[in-house]
């Protein structure tokens, strides 16, 4: 999985801070996919699907058992259902 890494190549510092990731769903992991280079201020990152606050690294596709065959990733793994 990969982290959200502070790149010190790509993002010049002013003084302003690297922009905050999105936490659409409000599940408190927020989506380094939308804004590369992001920051999880005030929460976690890593969240796979920022739409649906069920769907995080912390998810389960085991629990509960209907989760299996829901056809997502749950647990941000990158595998569905697995
Ligand atoms: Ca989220
Ligand atoms: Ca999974």
Same mark, same amino acid.
């Given at each position: 999985m990969s982290g959200p890494l502070i790149s010190t190549g790509q993002i010049?510092?002013?003084?302003? $801070?690297? #922009?905050?990731?999105?936490d659409a769903d409000a599940n408190g992991? $927020?989506?380094? %996919?939308? %804004? #590369?280079?992001?920051?999880p201020y005030g929460g976690a990152g890593g969240d796979c699907d920022d739409t649906d606050p069920t769907i995080n690294p912390?998810?389960?596709?085991?629990? #509960?058992?209907?989760? $299996?065959h829901d056809g997502k990733d749950n647990d941000c793994n990158g595998t569905v259902d697995g």
């Open positions: 010049t510092c002013s003084g302003s $801070r690297l #922009p905050a990731c999105h992991f $927020r989506d380094y %996919v939308s %804004v #590369p280079g992001c920051f912390r998810g389960s596709e085991l629990k #509960p058992k209907a989760n $299996r």
